[in-house]
């Protein structure tokens, strides 16, 4: 291993084949933030590259190439709930998990707190749990990020305004029925772990969804592709 490589825990986001043997790899790394990594001959050192998969984590040895934007991904030692994700249904769920981290976080921009809630995301999706740990993580990004709008506006706010993604007064037809009950669970999901659950109706999940699904056009974030897998699924296409 070189000399310069430095220890760090990633969490991969995705894998693409590049030429006979080797890989680029992209990486969600706790302490640094997304990144992507050349891994020579990972196709055929399972060795020295081990576990490697999209929603793997685990401690990996990085050094930096010169010239390159791309790290270089020296050895890996990952880890994946094969069982828990070999269901269609979770893996598309785990694939919108670390498709969010790499729309919504900067590169090298360290974000451990989206890091550790990505990781609970996942443990929670592997055990079988669907929409609540989602909605969970939604909240709990938005909150991170600094996108969290003022869930106790001054006056009963109880519709949520799409257009100025608020919390406002009103009967505009484009309002979205919101309320205080589920502004409470709000609350909670966004100062809890995402390891602790917090029950949810199915329509306030709607709701919630409905809010995350706004931040993402107003953040320019175009058609998820693992959105469109679990859709194809629901439909049987899949």
Excluded: I, N
């Excluded at 669907?130 to 909150?143: D, H, I, K, N, T």
């Amino acid at each position: 291993m070189r000399r310069d490589a430095f220890e760090e825990y990633a969490l991969v986001t995705s894998l693409l084949d590049y030429g006979d043997s080797d890989r680029v790899v992209r990486l969600f790394l706790r302490e640094r933030g997304r990144a992507g990594a050349f891994a020579r001959a990972a196709k055929r050192s399972k060795k020295r590259f081990a576990g490697l998969a999209a929603l793997a984590h685990g401690p990996v040895w990085l050094s930096p190439r010169a010239g390159s934007d791309l790290l270089s991904l020296e050895q890996a030692e990952l880890t994946l709930d094969v069982d828990g994700f070999s269901d269609p249904v979770a893996m598309g769920r785990g694939a919108y998990v670390v498709e969010l981290c790499e729309k919504l976080l900067p590169e090298m921009l360290p974000a451990p707190d989206v890091f550790d809630d990505a990781l609970a995301t996942l443990s929670r999706v592997a055990a079988g749990e669907g929409f609540e740990a989602l909605r969970a993580f939604e909240v709990r990004l938005l909150s991170s990020t600094g996108y969290l709008f003022d869930l106790f506006p001054d006056g009963a706010a109880p519709f949520f305004d799409p257009v100025t993604f608020s919390l406002v007064d009103g009967h505009d037809e484009r309002l979205v029925p919101f309320g205080p009950l589920l502004q409470e669970k709000m609350g909670t999901l966004a100062a809890s772990p995402v390891s602790a659950p917090v029950e949810l109706r199915l329509e306030e999940g709607r709701v919630l969804a409905t809010v995350f699904a706004t931040h993402l056009r107003r953040m320019g974030v175009g058609p998820l592709k693992s959105v469109a897998f679990l859709k194809s699924l629901a439909r049987g296409v899949g």
